[in-house]
């Protein structure tokens, strides 16, 4: 009689999530996470101020400085380029990764670094950054404190022992604290961790981002202040006529979206065919900012207070065409040179002018359709749509715009989407060779159980077969597999056997009257339930490199079933044609609303 083996294994009890108890960690090391984004965050604002009086005024002072009240000469052409060489000795000697806008970046450090990021970046990046802002640099501070707060919650995350996917929370939580350090806007900033950085919705990585945004706006009067960065006071009565045209400004944001990303990708090549080493191209980018200060001084610098002239109908018309127009091209040659600095608030001051315009022609205050513009900019030059409208709210305090704000920045969504295969942050890690994808999807595997897609009833063999005829079994026409599950008297799994095994016996040619059963039953051999979802067996059969897993009744242990690859790759061929196959409720057959797999083949079994 053969003897029953011992299969000891717990299989995770299914539910909607697979959080567990780590989660409550991650979110009381996100409360430290936090605290050090908001921190960094007002460091980077004291850089930007301290850099801008050196810069400009010749003093050590962290006062607010408008580029607006300096007069144009010969220091608004060499401040700049004097910042950009700076900026080009700092990559060239500290660290390569100041370079750049920071999204893309992070991004990166999460794709491929296992989200570690270099402790000099912590520091280097709002240096630098500082510095290129205060010398006159037209950028925002949101890209740079993105990638300073990440940088911190990685240090801080590298400290412990951590997964890639814990230090991954930990370095989006640093960076979500850092933009509602800067912005006020925590709710926004949990959306663009969601959209741009997290690459997942998942309870394990949402729930300390949210601890760390909210440990940010908690500090953020204290550090900042808790006045609004952009109070508006205008009233827009919302109409049929006013959410119809919204759309339309929508969608020629996004027609301006995509051009700006053509242009800027564009003179970034022209920059690659310099016969000079990119640590002088800064020095170039500076030069145009300062030839574009000389002709509009207010194009320079961050841009705060245009934005708020923006959202409170306080700057002319042509004031406003003149502005856009060098702060376009002067942000499109510095960002291409490589300098550091953030896209945000260009993205801003650019949709904001265009709404601006648009506006003087459209029903309603002109701040209105200023901040539709600022919006759909922002959602559709990054793709992050969900971003760009709580952002509006959250900035605005205006609730009751969340209908044209959903219209407006959808409409230039879809119209990114469509026109261009990758965005402003995506295109430049898509030209250093790695491929990422915005979209998320439930993985199919997690929704099938394994008596879905098993081959029922598969082959086996006797565990009392002889060692010698299981040798001629392989060799013999009727063989047809690598392995086979062995099963006792009672059809119960004892052991798999392959052609591995069959091959080293076969050179070691000796006790060939043996039993199966006595060779390999002290395998702990591998198997599945079929309950279990069908992601569980394939990560099994991935950890232990096996092709073929036998699938055995709990109750019984006996085999009724066996999944192989073919099986796996069979579903996602389902997943595929659910996808991509059309059909109308009046043309076609039935269906029961459940999702088929084809039957298994013949050399399935």
Request: aromatic share 8%.
């Amino acid at each position: 009689m053969l003897h029953k083996q011992n299969f000891v294994r717990s299989t995770p009890a299914l539910g909607d999530f697979s959080t567990d108890h780590r989660v409550l960690i991650l979110a009381a090391m996100a409360l430290i996470a936090g605290t050090g984004g908001a921190f960094a965050a007002w460091i980077l604002i004291k850089l930007i101020a301290l850099a801008t009086n050196l810069a400009w005024l010749h003093r050590v002072s962290v006062e607010d400085v408008s580029f607006a009240d300096l007069t144009p000469g010969p220091m608004t052409l060499a401040v700049p380029i004097l910042g950009g060489l700076l900026i080009g000795l700092i990559a060239r000697f500290g660290s390569e990764k100041i370079r750049g806008h920071g999204i893309p970046e992070a991004i990166e450090a999460i794709l491929i670094g296992s989200s570690r990021m270099d402790p000099k970046v912590a520091v280097l990046k709002p240096l630098s950054s500082a510095i290129a802002i205060g010398t006159g640099g037209p950028f925002g501070a949101e890209g740079p404190i993105i990638m300073t707060g990440g940088a911190i919650g990685s240090l801080f995350a590298q400290c412990f022992h951590l997964s890639a996917a814990e230090r991954k929370t930990l370095l989006v939580a640093g960076a979500a604290a850092g933009m509602t350090g800067i912005f006020g806007t925590p709710i926004a900033a949990v959306l663009l961790a969601v959209e741009l950085l997290l690459f997942e919705w998942k309870p394990r990585s949402l729930i300390p981002v949210m601890v760390a945004a909210a440990v940010a706006i908690a500090w953020r009067p204290l550090f900042i202040g808790d006045a609004p960065l952009f109070p508006l006071f205008f009233k827009q009565d919302i109409t049929v006529w006013v959410l119809m045209l919204s759309a339309v400004v929508g969608i020629t944001m996004g027609m301006a979206s995509g051009l700006l990303t053509l242009l800027l990708y564009a003179a970034e090549d022209l920059f690659g065919q310099l016969p000079i080493h990119w640590m002088w191209w800064p020095a170039i980018g500076g030069l145009a900012v300062g030839i574009g200060g000389i002709v509009e001084p207010r194009a320079m610098g961050v841009g705060y207070d245009v934005i708020r002239d923006l959202l409170n109908h306080s700057i002319a018309p042509q004031a406003v065409i003149a502005l856009v127009l060098v702060k376009i091209i002067i942000w499109i040659l510095a960002l291409s040179s490589g300098t550091s600095g953030g896209v945000l608030a260009p993205l801003l001051i650019i949709g904001g002018s265009f709404g601006y315009l648009e506006g003087q022609y459209l029903p309603g205050p002109v701040e209105f359709w200023s901040l539709l513009g600022m919006a759909a900019m922002m959602g559709g030059t990054m793709r992050s749509p969900l971003t760009g409208i709580v952002f509006a709210v959250e900035l605005s305090g205006k609730v009751e715009l969340l209908p044209p704000l959903l219209i407006a920045t959808g409409s230039a969504y879809a119209v990114t989407v469509l026109l261009m295969k990758r965005s402003i942050l995506t295109e430049k890690i898509a030209r250093r060779g790695q491929h990422i994808t915005r979209e998320y999807s439930v993985d199919p595997f997690e929704l099938l159980r394994v008596s879905d897609v098993m081959v029922k009833d598969p082959d086996v063999l006797p565990a009392s077969m002889r060692i010698d005829v299981a040798i001629n079994y392989f060799k013999g026409p009727g063989h047809r597999h690598k392995s086979y599950p062995l099963v006792d008297n009672w059809h119960r799994l004892v052991g798999v056997v392959d052609r591995a095994d069959v091959l080293r016996w076969t050179i070691e040619d000796t006790h060939a009257d043996e039993t199966l059963f006595e060779r390999i039953s002290d395998n702990n051999a591998l198997f599945g339930y079929p309950e279990e979802v069908v992601a569980q067996v394939a990560d099994r059969m991935v950890l232990n490199d096996v092709g073929r897993l036998p699938i055995i009744d709990p109750r019984t242990r006996q085999v009724v079933g066996l999944v192989a690859r073919k099986d796996l790759l069979r579903t996602r061929l389902n997943n595929q044609s659910a996808e991509h196959e059309r059909g109308g409720f009046f043309r076609g057959g039935k269906s029961d609303g459940k999702m088929v797999i084809s039957e298994a083949t013949e050399e399935g079994r």
